[in-house]
């Protein structure tokens, strides 16, 4: 049996970017995309400022933390406004945001200014990047009422030029991100996310908040870092056209212990290209070493468990649904201020309001 983890209608094609404009247009929409964790990991861009990434990756879209976003266009405004929660966003969000929405008015050949509201279910400094489903709900919502009707891979495409990660955000359950191939436009119709089929089986994962302060340090500036200086990042690279295949293959007959074992090993290998980047970059503290410790130990007591780490110190378990809270309850366990939290497969960014929702 296959399983479809979706809210949305897919595509498959990369290349069918324009979309038809819509005969309604709506004067707001509201959309909602979840976050997503990777089991291989996107670290590297070939183009900085299309947002092509050097190698393919591979994620799980989950069901907690949405973000929640309303885009209103108003002939008033005489400049983008971003409110975050009950507050204006700090300027450098609030100028990201419309450099973004300058993209989507301009694939759109529309105009007028918008106002952004975005809430965030993280709870507050979780330590989970809000940005992949924060840019997946803004590229939906703003691609409605700037008269857009995308297909996912289009959209997967235009979220991805907000945020690399949230290209992926854009789809539920499991998500493939192509690199694509060439540079300019080329490499733009060719970057996008595909859903995957997979097998039944019942995963989960534990995300295990170990610090919730700020990191010293951006994944974009880290990546950056990492892949001009660091002598171990082609050798990672290298590695994950067969992480990929293999999660694949896994995915296809929802073999848990192939997709641990490989999403743990392409994890700590992105680490280790940070160790050796100049100066380096050490996101791992001893917590999330205790952390890792634990779940080595659940794995030597006969649990199908495995660790996945982004760019900072919290760690992510991968287990079976059914561990899921007896792997929490260890993890929370192995230091002190430490809280977890069960996910499970979530769904596609996907309109709440507007343009037909
Ligand atoms: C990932 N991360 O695959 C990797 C693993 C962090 C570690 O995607 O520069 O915030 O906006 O494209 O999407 C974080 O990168 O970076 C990320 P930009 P993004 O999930």
Redesign the pocket.
Known sequence: MSILYTTGRESGAGHESRTAAVESTPDHATAIAHP???LV???G?RDDSL?LPVTD?L?MTVDIFPTVTTVSIDPQVRADTVVFGEEPAPEHIRARITRFLDLIREFAGASGHAVVHTRNSVPTGAGL?S??SGFAALALAAATVYGLRPDRATLSRLARR?????CRSVHGGFALWHAGAGWGADGDHSSYAEQLYTSEFDPAMVITVVDDRAKRIS??DA?HRTLSTSPLYLAWANTCAADIAGIRAALGCGDLDAIGRIAEHNALG?HATMLAARPPIRYLSPKSVAVLDRILHLREQGLCVYATV??GPNVVALCHESDAVAVAAELGAAGEHIRTFIARPGPGAALVSGGGA
């Open positions: 997503n964790i990777a990991k996107y670290w861009k947002i990756s994620s990047a940005s992949a907000g945020s690399g990660s949230a994944s974009r990546m992105m982004d760019a």
